[in-house]
Protein backbone atom coordinates (compact mmCIF):
# COMPACT_ATOMS: atom_id res chain seq x y z
CA UNK A 1 0.00 0.00 0.00
CA UNK A 2 1.55 3.16 -0.56
CA UNK A 3 -0.13 6.49 1.29
CA UNK A 4 1.22 10.18 -0.28
CA UNK A 5 2.33 12.59 2.21
CA UNK A 6 1.55 16.17 0.99
CA UNK A 7 3.96 18.74 1.94
CA UNK A 8 3.39 22.13 1.15
CA UNK A 9 4.32 25.47 3.16
CA UNK A 10 1.69 25.53 5.88
CA UNK A 11 0.57 22.24 6.12
CA UNK A 12 1.35 18.35 6.19
CA UNK A 13 -0.74 15.94 6.73
CA UNK A 14 -0.77 11.96 5.80
CA UNK A 15 -3.71 9.73 6.95
CA UNK A 16 -2.12 5.93 8.29
CA UNK A 17 -3.38 2.44 7.91
CA UNK A 18 -4.39 -0.17 11.10
CA UNK A 19 -1.84 -0.57 13.39
CA UNK A 20 1.18 -2.21 12.86
CA UNK A 21 0.85 -2.41 9.09
CA UNK A 22 3.76 -1.25 7.47
CA UNK A 23 3.28 1.18 4.41
CA UNK A 24 5.39 3.01 1.78
CA UNK A 25 5.07 6.73 2.11
CA UNK A 26 6.54 8.55 -0.68
CA UNK A 27 7.17 12.31 -0.03
CA UNK A 28 6.56 14.90 -2.62
CA UNK A 29 8.08 18.45 -2.49
CA UNK A 30 7.76 20.85 -5.10
CA UNK A 31 8.98 17.83 -7.15
CA UNK A 32 6.70 14.63 -8.62
CA UNK A 33 8.66 11.86 -6.91
CA UNK A 34 11.60 11.89 -4.61
CA UNK A 35 12.40 9.03 -2.79
CA UNK A 36 10.21 6.38 -0.82
CA UNK A 37 10.65 5.82 3.48
CA UNK A 38 9.24 2.22 4.65
CA UNK A 39 8.22 3.02 8.31
CA UNK A 40 6.38 0.50 11.09
CA UNK A 41 4.10 2.58 12.49
CA UNK A 42 1.95 1.84 16.10
CA UNK A 43 -1.39 2.61 16.92
CA UNK A 44 -1.07 6.29 15.58
CA UNK A 45 -3.98 7.47 13.58
CA UNK A 46 -2.16 10.24 11.61
CA UNK A 47 1.08 12.07 10.98
CA UNK A 48 -0.58 15.48 12.17
CA UNK A 49 -0.17 15.54 15.81
CA UNK A 50 0.13 17.99 18.50
CA UNK A 51 3.72 19.76 18.11
CA UNK A 52 3.75 19.64 22.35
CA UNK A 53 4.28 15.88 21.60
CA UNK A 54 5.43 15.02 18.80
CA UNK A 55 5.36 11.59 17.82
CA UNK A 56 8.34 9.71 17.76
CA UNK A 57 8.88 8.77 13.67
CA UNK A 58 12.36 8.05 13.49
CA UNK A 59 13.59 6.35 10.46
CA UNK A 60 16.00 3.69 11.55
CA UNK A 61 18.48 3.91 14.82
CA UNK A 62 19.31 7.80 15.93
CA UNK A 63 21.78 9.05 18.19
CA UNK A 64 19.52 10.89 20.94
CA UNK A 65 21.64 13.22 23.77
CA UNK A 66 19.45 15.11 25.94
CA UNK A 67 21.19 19.20 26.95
CA UNK A 68 18.27 20.59 29.65
CA UNK A 69 15.58 22.13 27.99
CA UNK A 70 16.76 20.85 24.06
CA UNK A 71 17.14 17.35 22.66
CA UNK A 72 20.24 16.72 19.88
CA UNK A 73 19.30 14.02 17.60
CA UNK A 74 21.50 12.97 14.87
CA UNK A 75 20.93 11.40 11.51
CA UNK A 76 22.42 9.99 8.20
CA UNK A 77 20.37 11.11 5.30
CA UNK A 78 20.93 9.02 2.38
CA UNK A 79 20.95 11.93 -0.54
CA UNK A 80 19.96 10.73 -4.06
CA UNK A 81 21.85 14.49 -5.35
CA UNK A 82 24.38 14.28 -3.24
CA UNK A 83 25.22 10.55 -3.83
CA UNK A 84 26.22 10.20 -0.08
CA UNK A 85 24.96 10.02 3.47
CA UNK A 86 25.06 13.67 5.11
CA UNK A 87 25.14 13.44 8.75
CA UNK A 88 22.46 16.00 10.32
CA UNK A 89 22.26 16.93 13.67
CA UNK A 90 18.67 18.26 14.92
CA UNK A 91 18.37 20.90 17.97
CA UNK A 92 14.61 20.35 19.31
CA UNK A 93 13.14 22.27 22.29
CA UNK A 94 11.92 19.32 24.12
CA UNK A 95 8.44 21.29 25.01
CA UNK A 96 7.04 24.04 22.18
CA UNK A 97 4.50 26.36 22.98
CA UNK A 98 3.40 26.60 19.80
CA UNK A 99 2.08 24.51 17.23
CA UNK A 100 4.62 26.16 14.44
CA UNK A 101 7.80 26.74 15.68
CA UNK A 102 10.75 28.38 13.17
CA UNK A 103 13.12 26.48 11.28
CA UNK A 104 16.87 27.34 11.14
CA UNK A 105 19.30 25.46 8.73
CA UNK A 106 22.69 26.03 9.68
CA UNK A 107 25.84 24.95 7.21
CA UNK A 108 28.95 23.73 8.83
CA UNK A 109 27.03 21.76 11.41
CA UNK A 110 30.17 20.27 12.58
CA UNK A 111 30.94 23.56 13.61
CA UNK A 112 27.92 23.97 16.31
CA UNK A 113 29.50 21.18 18.48
CA UNK A 114 32.61 23.07 18.40
CA UNK A 115 31.08 26.13 19.85
CA UNK A 116 28.75 24.57 22.18
CA UNK A 117 25.79 25.37 20.53
CA UNK A 118 23.50 22.75 22.14
CA UNK A 119 23.79 24.42 25.31
CA UNK A 120 23.98 27.70 24.20
CA UNK A 121 20.53 27.22 22.60
CA UNK A 122 18.84 25.31 25.72
CA UNK A 123 20.21 28.66 27.64
CA UNK A 124 17.98 31.22 25.27
CA UNK A 125 15.51 28.69 24.76
CA UNK A 126 15.42 28.39 28.85
CA UNK A 127 15.22 31.65 29.92
CA UNK A 128 12.78 32.30 26.90
CA UNK A 129 14.88 34.75 25.01
CA UNK A 130 13.86 33.42 21.66
CA UNK A 131 11.09 31.91 20.02
CA UNK A 132 10.23 28.33 20.03
CA UNK A 133 12.58 27.52 16.90
CA UNK A 134 14.21 23.89 15.97
CA UNK A 135 17.62 24.19 14.82
CA UNK A 136 19.01 22.06 11.94
CA UNK A 137 23.36 21.43 11.99
CA UNK A 138 24.19 20.32 8.38
CA UNK A 139 27.67 18.52 8.72
CA UNK A 140 29.81 19.27 5.74
CA UNK A 141 31.00 16.53 3.36
CA UNK A 142 34.65 16.58 2.10
CA UNK A 143 33.86 17.62 -0.85
CA UNK A 144 32.65 20.95 1.03
CA UNK A 145 34.88 23.12 -2.15
CA UNK A 146 32.75 21.87 -4.41
CA UNK A 147 29.28 21.64 -2.74
CA UNK A 148 28.64 24.91 -1.21
CA UNK A 149 28.83 28.04 -3.38
CA UNK A 150 26.95 29.70 -5.36
CA UNK A 151 24.45 27.43 -7.04
CA UNK A 152 23.76 28.97 -10.55
CA UNK A 153 27.33 30.25 -10.85
CA UNK A 154 30.89 28.51 -10.93
CA UNK A 155 33.71 30.50 -9.08
CA UNK A 156 36.63 30.94 -11.69
CA UNK A 157 38.28 27.76 -10.17
CA UNK A 158 35.36 26.00 -10.87
CA UNK A 159 34.66 25.62 -7.39
CA UNK A 160 31.05 25.06 -6.22
CA UNK A 161 30.17 22.13 -9.14
CA UNK A 162 27.67 20.45 -6.85
CA UNK A 163 26.64 23.65 -5.38
CA UNK A 164 23.18 23.06 -7.31
CA UNK A 165 23.16 19.35 -5.70
CA UNK A 166 23.33 20.47 -2.43
CA UNK A 167 20.42 23.08 -2.58
CA UNK A 168 18.11 20.30 -4.55
CA UNK A 169 19.53 18.50 -1.17
CA UNK A 170 17.93 20.85 1.40
CA UNK A 171 14.78 21.63 -1.02
CA UNK A 172 13.70 18.29 -1.39
CA UNK A 173 15.20 16.10 0.56
CA UNK A 174 16.01 17.43 3.93
CA UNK A 175 13.04 19.93 4.05
CA UNK A 176 11.16 16.74 3.50
CA UNK A 177 12.56 14.94 6.29
CA UNK A 178 12.16 17.55 8.50
CA UNK A 179 7.88 17.75 8.59
CA UNK A 180 7.31 14.79 8.11
CA UNK A 181 10.17 12.81 10.67
CA UNK A 182 8.78 15.48 13.40
CA UNK A 183 5.63 15.86 12.17
CA UNK A 184 5.33 19.80 12.33
CA UNK A 185 2.20 20.43 10.34
CA UNK A 186 3.91 24.34 9.68
CA UNK A 187 7.01 26.37 10.22
CA UNK A 188 6.18 29.95 10.62
CA UNK A 189 9.16 30.80 9.00
CA UNK A 190 12.22 28.96 7.38
CA UNK A 191 15.54 30.60 7.38
CA UNK A 192 19.25 29.54 6.60
CA UNK A 193 22.95 30.54 8.30
CA UNK A 194 26.34 29.63 7.27
CA UNK A 195 30.02 30.21 8.44
CA UNK A 196 33.00 30.94 5.86
CA UNK A 197 31.73 29.44 2.30
CA UNK A 198 28.65 27.85 4.23
CA UNK A 199 27.50 31.33 4.68
CA UNK A 200 27.69 32.05 0.99
CA UNK A 201 26.10 29.04 0.32
CA UNK A 202 23.26 30.32 3.02
CA UNK A 203 22.49 33.68 1.69
CA UNK A 204 22.25 32.58 -2.43
CA UNK A 205 19.92 29.88 -1.24
CA UNK A 206 18.23 32.18 0.56
CA UNK A 207 18.04 35.14 -2.01
CA UNK A 208 17.14 32.22 -4.90
CA UNK A 209 14.12 30.88 -2.76
CA UNK A 210 12.38 34.03 -1.12
CA UNK A 211 9.08 31.85 -1.04
CA UNK A 212 10.63 29.33 1.30
CA UNK A 213 12.96 31.26 3.49
CA UNK A 214 12.84 34.23 5.40
CA UNK A 215 16.63 35.25 6.67
CA UNK A 216 20.09 34.29 5.69
CA UNK A 217 22.77 34.58 8.08
CA UNK A 218 26.76 35.18 6.90
CA UNK A 219 29.75 34.69 9.63
CA UNK A 220 32.64 35.52 7.96
CA UNK A 221 31.15 35.01 4.34
CA UNK A 222 33.40 33.83 1.30
CA UNK A 223 31.62 36.96 -0.34
CA UNK A 224 35.00 37.42 -2.46
CA UNK A 225 33.28 33.99 -4.81
CA UNK A 226 34.17 35.48 -8.19
CA UNK A 227 33.98 34.81 -12.04
CA UNK A 228 37.72 36.10 -12.04
CA UNK A 229 40.88 35.74 -10.52
CA UNK A 230 42.93 38.49 -9.78
CA UNK A 231 44.96 38.47 -12.67
CA UNK A 232 42.03 37.40 -15.01
CA UNK A 233 41.05 41.26 -15.19
CA UNK A 234 39.21 40.80 -11.93
CA UNK A 235 36.49 43.69 -12.24
CA UNK A 236 35.32 44.75 -8.23
CA UNK A 237 32.01 46.09 -10.03
CA UNK A 238 31.39 42.81 -11.97
CA UNK A 239 32.67 39.85 -11.15
CA UNK A 240 31.86 39.03 -7.28
CA UNK A 241 28.67 36.26 -7.98
CA UNK A 242 26.70 37.44 -5.03
CA UNK A 243 27.11 40.89 -5.54
CA UNK A 244 25.92 40.47 -8.96
CA UNK A 245 22.83 38.43 -8.15
CA UNK A 246 21.86 40.55 -5.84
CA UNK A 247 22.30 43.71 -8.42
CA UNK A 248 20.57 41.90 -11.40
CA UNK A 249 17.83 40.91 -8.76
CA UNK A 250 14.54 42.09 -6.74
CA UNK A 251 13.34 43.21 -3.93
CA UNK A 252 11.41 40.42 -1.66
CA UNK A 253 9.38 41.83 0.89
CA UNK A 254 9.93 40.03 4.17
CA UNK A 255 13.81 38.93 3.79
CA UNK A 256 16.13 40.00 6.43
CA UNK A 257 19.77 39.53 6.41
CA UNK A 258 22.46 39.25 9.47
CA UNK A 259 26.06 39.75 9.01
CA UNK A 260 29.33 39.32 11.51
CA UNK A 261 32.84 39.75 10.78
CA UNK A 262 36.43 39.64 12.26
CA UNK A 263 38.87 42.59 11.79
CA UNK A 264 41.19 39.36 12.00
CA UNK A 265 39.29 37.21 9.55
CA UNK A 266 42.41 37.68 7.23
CA UNK A 267 45.02 40.15 5.88
CA UNK A 268 43.80 40.28 1.66
CA UNK A 269 43.51 43.58 1.14
CA UNK A 270 42.86 43.47 -2.91
CA UNK A 271 42.05 46.68 -3.35
CA UNK A 272 44.69 47.65 -1.25
CA UNK A 273 42.03 50.61 0.07
CA UNK A 274 43.49 50.27 3.93
CA UNK A 275 39.92 47.62 4.67
CA UNK A 276 40.45 43.95 4.84
CA UNK A 277 38.28 41.94 1.63
CA UNK A 278 36.14 39.89 4.74
CA UNK A 279 35.38 42.87 5.69
CA UNK A 280 35.06 45.22 2.13
CA UNK A 281 32.87 42.48 1.00
CA UNK A 282 30.53 42.33 3.32
CA UNK A 283 29.84 46.20 2.91
CA UNK A 284 29.72 46.31 -0.59
CA UNK A 285 26.80 43.45 -0.49
CA UNK A 286 25.43 45.39 2.55
CA UNK A 287 24.98 48.45 -0.27
CA UNK A 288 24.13 46.32 -3.11
CA UNK A 289 21.19 45.00 -0.33
CA UNK A 290 20.26 48.82 0.19
CA UNK A 291 19.85 49.30 -3.46
CA UNK A 292 17.41 47.37 -3.71
CA UNK A 293 15.20 48.64 -0.84
CA UNK A 294 16.55 46.79 2.00
CA UNK A 295 16.87 49.21 4.88
CA UNK A 296 18.66 49.12 8.36
CA UNK A 297 15.65 46.88 9.88
CA UNK A 298 16.30 44.30 7.36
CA UNK A 299 20.05 44.28 7.96
CA UNK A 300 21.96 43.70 11.08
CA UNK A 301 26.25 43.72 10.95
CA UNK A 302 28.30 43.29 13.74
CA UNK A 303 31.66 43.32 13.39
CA UNK A 304 34.46 41.82 15.98
CA UNK A 305 37.89 43.88 16.63
CA UNK A 306 38.84 40.93 18.21
CA UNK A 307 37.18 38.65 15.94
CA UNK A 308 39.28 36.06 13.83
CA UNK A 309 37.98 33.52 10.85
CA UNK A 310 37.69 30.58 13.58
CA UNK A 311 34.37 28.80 15.65
CA UNK A 312 35.08 30.82 18.51
CA UNK A 313 34.13 33.74 17.31
CA UNK A 314 31.18 32.59 14.78
CA UNK A 315 29.91 31.03 18.44
CA UNK A 316 30.10 34.53 19.60
CA UNK A 317 28.25 35.89 17.28
CA UNK A 318 25.55 33.64 17.38
CA UNK A 319 23.62 34.15 20.64
CA UNK A 320 23.21 37.99 19.57
CA UNK A 321 21.87 36.40 15.67
CA UNK A 322 19.88 34.24 17.34
CA UNK A 323 18.11 36.85 19.38
CA UNK A 324 18.31 39.83 16.70
CA UNK A 325 16.48 37.13 14.56
CA UNK A 326 14.00 35.72 16.56
CA UNK A 327 13.66 37.07 20.31
CA UNK A 328 10.76 37.51 22.39
CA UNK A 329 10.50 41.22 23.31
CA UNK A 330 10.54 41.81 27.39
CA UNK A 331 7.28 42.35 28.16
CA UNK A 332 6.18 38.85 25.93
CA UNK A 333 9.08 37.02 28.19
CA UNK A 334 8.28 38.55 31.40
CA UNK A 335 4.36 36.77 30.81
CA UNK A 336 6.13 33.59 29.80
CA UNK A 337 8.07 33.53 32.64
CA UNK A 338 5.32 33.94 35.07
CA UNK A 339 3.55 30.86 32.91
CA UNK A 340 6.06 29.03 33.55
CA UNK A 341 6.33 29.72 37.38
Same mark, same amino acid.
Given at each position: ?123 ? *? ?110 ? *? ?74 ? *? ?18 ? *? ?8
Amino acid at each position: MTKRLHITKNLVRLSLPKPHQTIDVTIQFKVQLNFIYKKQFTNTKSVVGSANKIPSLIFGQMDTDEIKTVVVEQKNIASVYLKRNVKVDFYLPKYLDELSPHLLLINDGQDLVKMDFGNMFSGL *TTSMEIENMLCVGIHAGEDRKIEYGTAKILDYNRRGAKAAAYNQFVLEELLPFIAFNYSIPSFKSRSVAGFSLGGLTAIDMVWNNPSLFSIAAVFSGSLWWRTKDLHQGYDE *TKDRIMHLQVRNGKYHQGLRFYFATGSLDEVADRNNNGIIDSIDDTLALIDELKNKGYTNKDIQYINYEDGRHDVE *TWGRAMPDFLKWGWGRNNVD *TMKLLKVAK
